[in-house]
């Protein structure tokens, strides 16, 4: 399995911008779909943005279309999460995903490796 360690999160005022960054160890992201989930406080985990394993096909929920955007570098085999025009609907706890081999790409199940995760804070 690959080792996820997400960062980059914090507080910010609406509509700023944050970058989030999963490094991963113990085995290259190559084969791997990347994934961000979030989590807000009494929520259950979302799915918030997918890069397959290609680099060719990516989801993004709904409510960040269009303000945020997921990246790769396997070279450095790190992930980011690229979020502007922040509301305060985005506070949550961002957690990075890898799995293989997912139909959907975008249910939870389909991921067997996360990070510890990172605090978003939107202040309005």
């Known amino acids: 399995q690959v080792q996820l360690v997400d960062s980059g999160g914090g507080l910010v005022q609406a509509g700023g911008s944050l970058r989030l960054s999963c490094a991963a160890s113990g085995r290259s992201i190559t084969e791997y779909n990347m994934a961000w989930f979030r989590q807000a406080p009494g929520k259950e985990r979302e799915f918030v943005a997918v890069i397959s394993w290609s680099g060719g096909r990516f989801i993004y929920a709904d409510s960040v279309k269009g303000r945020f955007t997921i990246s790769r570098d396997n070279a450095k085999n790190t992930v980011l999460l690229q979020m502007n025009s922040l509301k305060p609907e985005d506070t949550a706890v961002y957690y990075c995903?890898?799995?293989?081999?997912?139909?959907?790409?975008?249910?939870?199940?389909?991921?067997?490796?996360w990070g510890q995760g990172t605090q978003v804070t939107v202040s309005s």
């Open positions: 995903a890898a799995g293989m081999g997912g139909r959907t790409l975008v249910a939870a199940l389909e991921y067997d490796s």
